[in-house]
């Protein structure tokens, strides 16, 4: 029987056999972990703001240890787990090496324990010492706590997971194989796999599906995270970084580790003499991977090299995918036998692979399984949302604000009276049925469409299961207007849909700017008053009509000012107060965060009474007599729709028409008679909360104080 001390010299043998690996661990994990981590603390607390970037670097300090910000440690955390692992199991891919240490007295699980525990040695050693040595650099740059030496230990456990997943991934592929060459290669698939898998569905489904958005995180997006090796190890590293680490997830990882430990030992107790020199240890197997790997692979490089090219259509992906799937199969074969006569050996699991990928092309092209025309069961319904592209355009979402972000971001409010919604859904069902879709709305493809009076709003269904269903449709612009309208009849509901300001909490509040919509006008800035001023801002939100923000022009635009929530990195990857004590936005610079399209339409009755209450009144129109000159834009439909021939007999001949072949034609007008002409059919330019609320001629004004603004559209 072996001793207890037989293994450790058996461990110490190993580990000096292979040396060099432990030296050049060492050597990495010097440079990449204390070094860097002195001359990064030595060139930021050495200059402007010492205080502020003493507190950034000590929430930076984890991610040098794990390798979440220093990629290069990351990087180097892999290679090392790799070398550790095909340099500890290589033996097994030679026939006379194998023979050898499986003659010796010693059982083959115990000869894979020698040799696990040496490779985890040469690794862990010389990363505890790296990470012990980063933290005293800490301590001589006086920035370490007792919070930063924990949160660096928790991340120091996290770079030691992101080993062990590497580390038992590639001992895995390395009994798998019996050539060192497909060892690697097979270490590569194994980790990506399952992400590579998984991705396939929503790549084809956004290539079939026409109701399809990729705007919120699915099953598939979860699993390509965490069911691949790649992606445990990139959450190891991330998770142990972050202010809550999640306990489930780190049970997860360790279980992964146990599965991959486990399935390697049990291959390596029954591995064959005769596998060395083969590429799969196991005969039987040949077929099996080739099919796996080959079929998604397959769709991959089909749809890669389709949307490369930048063909249309689908006809080309099935020509490729046929393509790619015939020479990954020969490929597969050469690896296999190294023979180019014994390509066509494995036919049967060709033809396989062949069959599989035109079936799941076919599953996706001709929606056999219903995908665009599902609606769920109306009782099985929860809520329901609704929420068009323009809703970030029209508001300013900033997503430090809240953590609702996200989700309002990808979904909208939801209701739970989804009546209206539900009927809504249906009305995007049946266009789509009659050709009507997201994705060809503005083609013209369809005959007697007209695209201005429709819009895309993505649904979400929210199921009383748990389960969220999300589709994109083409609705009517009118009827989802008078949904939204009967919907905002809920306060709660108005709310949610107004977001960005009923989030701010009033001891947040800094200031509020305001500024008309027409000229170069000064701005009003309330600190003292802002509380008053932002009620009765909110209290016209809460009672305006939708169709206004939708329809109407707005008379002025606010900007919020809010304290920023984050304390870390806001500014190009560095601390805002150690880049500027201010944040620029909307002219003016404001302190924390500002929220900019914020309007005020004429209707806004109590903003408008406490702004003139304070001495401020609105401009309602451009003055003429403050203009230089005002050059309008002409897209050809708005030539074509005969615009042209109401303005032009208005103006004087001092107006200059230029017209471009390649360009949007411009009106040119100087004189002080057709400024005032034209001031008059000018608005402000908003595209509204539901988009596209203007005209197709779009004005630039130059001011006589140099002020350029271009924003306006002729009416």
Not at 460 to 488: A, Q
Not at 539 to 564: F, G, N
Request: net charge negative; aromatic share 14%; hydrophobic share 45%.
């Amino acid at each position: 029987m072996t001793s207890k001390i037989s293994y450790i010299k058996l461990i110490r043998e190993d580990i000096r056999h292979r040396g060099w690996l432990a030296a050049l661990t060492g050597m990495v994990l010097f440079l990449g972990m204390p070094v860097y981590a002195m001359l990064y603390m030595d060139s930021y607390l050495g200059g402007d703001n010492p205080a502020v970037w003493t507190e950034y670097i000590q929430d930076v300090m984890p991610m040098m240890v794990n390798g979440y910000s220093v990629t290069y440690v990351a990087y180097a955390i892999v290679v090392l787990g790799a070398l550790a692992a095909l340099t500890g199991y290589a033996y097994i891919h030679s026939r006379e090496r194998s023979d050898f240490y499986h003659s010796l007295p010693l059982k083959r699980g115990q000869w894979f324990v020698i040799r696990y525990f040496s490779g985890l040695i040469i690794f862990v050693i010389p990363y505890t010492a790296g990470c012990v040595l980063t933290a005293l650099a800490g301590v001589a740059y006086h920035i370490m706590t007792p919070e930063v030496f924990g949160n660096m230990a928790v991340a120091a456990g996290g770079g030691i997971l992101a080993f062990l997943v590497i580390y038992n991934t590639c001992i895995l592929a390395a009994v798998l194989t019996g050539q060192t060459v497909t060892g690697i290669l097979a270490a590569l698939v194994i980790a990506v796999y399952p992400t590579l898998l998984f991705a396939m569905v929503p790549m084809l489904k956004s290539i079939f599906f026409k109701t399809y958005t990729a705007a919120v995180s699915s099953l598939s997006d979860w699993l390509m995270e965490y069911a691949s090796p790649a992606g445990i190890f990139y959450n190891a590293i991330r998770q142990t970084v972050s202010d809550t680490v999640s306990p489930a997830s780190m049970i997860f990882i360790v279980l992964v580790i146990i599965i991959l430990f486990t399935g390697a030992v049990l291959l390596y107790r029954v591995y064959p003499a005769e596998a060395a020199g083969r590429a799969l240890s196991f005969s039987g197997t040949a077929p099996v991977f080739k099919v796996l790997i080959c079929i998604p692979a397959a769709l991959f490089c089909g749809i890669f090299i389709n949307q490369f090219m930048g063909a249309n259509g689908t006809k080309w992906l099935f020509i490729l995918c046929f393509l790619m799937v015939v020479l990954l199969c020969a490929v597969v074969e050469f690896i296999y036998h190294q023979d180019l006569k014994m390509l066509l050996k494995g036919w049967r699991s060709s033809l396989i692979c062949t069959g599989a990928v035109f079936a799941v092309l076919c599953v996706f092209r001709f929606d056999l399984l219903g995908y665009d025309t599902y609606i769920p069961a109306e009782e099985k319904v929860e809520s329901m949302s609704v929420r068009t592209d323009s809703f970030s355009g029209y508001y300013d979402y900033p997503a430090s604000l809240s953590d609702e972000y996200e989700e309002l971001r990808a979904y909208g409010a939801f209701t739970d009276n989804t009546d209206s919604i539900y009927l809504l859904a249906k009305e995007g069902i049946e266009n789509f049925k009659n050709g009507i879709n997201v994705q060809n709305m503005h083609s013209g493809e369809v005959e007697g469409f007209d695209s201005e009076d429709y819009i895309g709003a993505t649904f979400c269904y929210k199921l009383k299961s748990g389960r969220k269903v999300v589709r994109d449709y083409c609705v009517n612009r009118e009827h989802l207007l008078s949904v939204l309208e009967e919907l905002c009849k809920d306060d709660e509901y108005r709310q949610e849909l107004f977001f960005p300001v009923f989030a701010i909490e009033e001891d947040s509040l800094l200031s509020i700017s305001v500024k008309d919509s027409y000229g170069n006008s000064e701005e009003a800035e309330f600190k003292e008053e802002k509380d008053a001023f932002f009620e009765a801002y909110k209290k016209d939100l809460m009672e305006t009509d939708i169709r206004t923000l939708a329809d109407a022009a707005p008379i002025a635009e606010m900007w919020i000012s809010v304290k920023d929530s984050y304390a870390g990195m806001s500014i190009n990857g560095m601390p805002a107060a150690a880049v500027s004590d201010v944040a620029y936005t909307g002219g003016t610079e404001q302190e924390g965060i500002t929220l900019g399209s914020q309007y005020i339409y004429e209707g806004f009755e109590h903003t408008l009474a406490y702004l003139e209450e304070s001495g401020y009144t609105l401009r309602r129109g451009i003055d003429p007599e403050e203009v230089e000159s005002i050059v309008i834009y002409l897209p050809d439909a708005a030539v074509e729709s005969g615009i042209l021939d109401t303005i032009l007999p208005e103006l004087s001949d001092d107006a200059q028409y230029m017209s471009y072949p390649d360009m949007d034609d411009e009106l040119m007008i100087r004189s002080q008679e057709d400024i005032r002409i034209i001031a008059d059919r000018l608005k402000a330019m908003n595209s509204g909360i539901l988009g596209d609320n203007g005209t197709s001629m779009y004005a630039e004004v130059q001011f006589k104080d140099g002020y350029t603004f271009y924003g306006y559209v002729t009416e």
